[in-house]
């Protein structure tokens, strides 16, 4: 692996974790949408 600057490091762990976060939130609010009646 590449050494990178670590606000670069920094920045693409923020990336994942919001894109990791947004993914989430959409199964949630679709298996939300699947359970109710």
């Known amino acids: ?3 990178m600057p ?3 490091a ?5 990336e994942l974790i919001d894109h ?3 993914t989430h939130e959409r199964v949630a609010t679709t298996r939300r ?3 109710t009646p």
């Open 20 to 22: 990791a976060r947004r």
């Open 6 to 8: 670590l606000s670069e």
């Open 33 to 35: 949408a699947d359970l």
């Open 1 to 3: 692996m590449a050494t």
């Open 10 to 14: 920094r920045n693409r762990l923020a």
